[in-house]
């Protein structure tokens, strides 16, 4: 989340490709080296996120409860796009997370038909990506969503083909390993035979680490990032399926889960409402775009403001949720003494 919160900082703030504080005190050196290296963690959290949407299940509350912090970030998004003086409606993270829900929830009805759409997905994924380059036809409105414009502002972030493929496939292999009897004996053990597996596998990923470094922080982010060969996306991926499946093994999951940083920031927004997390810094992004001058005019301030933006965010999401709280009781309060 750090390397996220940098880029959409520097994105609304400057939008320009280069890091404009670059270079410019050791703190903004320290965490533009750092958000460089994580700059792929929106495919990351987009695969967490999933996998833990099809581990603990999608149930209709849920999806509804998602559905609408979705398009409640559609809106956000739309007063940030103002307030930089760009384009009102873009095609953007919201409207593919929209999108991915509505179709996992109609895959989850045809179990087989999910774990064959992961089967896919997966190769969808791992398909060149000149493989989805056609010709763009007339109706932006269909071509963007679906294969993404990216030399047009606002039309290449997030496209649907074959980036739906992330979210099936994680979700899939959530269920699949809450479901299947098959992964129980992977909780109690690691077999040598997978520990040997693993080993090569990190071998070949470790040259795909930096894969994303060079990600421009404006215009050009989106063709840079949605274009890169599959192999580095895989290559960087493949930690978060080696942290699932260490995550799996029982005396591993049990020793983390006594660990008191740990115990700390799983009760944090954070952890507990991602979703509404990731929904809450956008706005707080949207206020940092009134003061690019004062950015360049300060630039030793930059990495303390992008650093208060966790806390300011945290508690501006227990602010909201202590509300909704309290409105609800009160609601409940009038519904019964109505009744009464």
Not at 2 to 15: G, K, R
Not at 132 to 156: A, H, I, M, R, V
Not at 291 to 314: A, N
Request: with cysteine.
């Amino acid at each position: 989340m750090l390397a996220i919160v940098y880029f959409h900082i520097q994105e609304s703030t400057f939008y320009i490709d280069d890091y404009v504080l670059s270079g410019t005190n050791p703190m903004n050196i320290f965490f533009e080296a750092y958000c460089r290296w994580f700059a792929f963690s929106g495919f990351l959290i987009v695969a967490l996120t999933f996998f833990l949407i099809g581990w603990n299940g999608l149930s209709a509350r849920k999806l509804k409860t998602l559905l609408a912090v979705c398009f409640i970030g559609i809106l956000t998004l739309i007063w940030v796009n103002e307030e930089l003086g760009q384009i009102f409606l873009e095609w953007d993270i919201y409207a593919y997370l929209i999108v991915s829900l509505l179709l996992i929830a109609f895959l989850n009805s045809f179990p087989k038909v999910l774990f064959a759409s992961g089967a896919i997905s997966c190769l969808a994924l791992a398909l060149p990506r000149s493989f989805y380059s056609f010709p763009q036809w007339s109706g932006k409105w269909f071509y963007n969503p679906l294969f993404g414009d990216y030399l047009q502002e606002g039309g290449g972030s997030w496209p649907l083909i074959p980036w739906t493929g992330l979210p099936i496939l994680f979700f899939a292999l959530g269920q699949w390993l809450k479901k299947s009897a098959a992964s129980l004996p992977y909780q109690e053990q690691f077999f040598r035979k997978e520990k040997l597996i693993w080993l090569v596998l990190a071998l070949l990923a470790i040259p795909t680490i930096g894969g994303y470094y060079a990600t421009p922080v404006g215009p050009g982010f989106s063709e840079f990032v949605f274009n890169r060969p599959p192999i580095i996306l895989f290559g960087n991926l493949f930690w978060l399926i080696l942290a699932i499946r260490v995550s799996l093994y029982r005396p591993c999951n049990e020793a983390i889960g006594k660990l008191k940083a740990f115990q700390i920031l799983s009760r944090w927004h954070l952890s507990r409402n991602f979703f509404l997390f990731y929904l809450v810094h956008i706005f707080w992004v949207g206020v940092y775009t009134n003061f690019p001058q004062w950015f360049r005019d300060h630039p030793q301030m930059y990495w303390l403001v992008f650093l208060l933006t966790f806390p300011l965010t945290e508690l501006s999401c227990e602010a909201l949720t202590r509300g909704a709280q309290f409105l609800k009781e009160r609601l409940g309060k009038t519904k019964t003494a109505a009744e009464g």
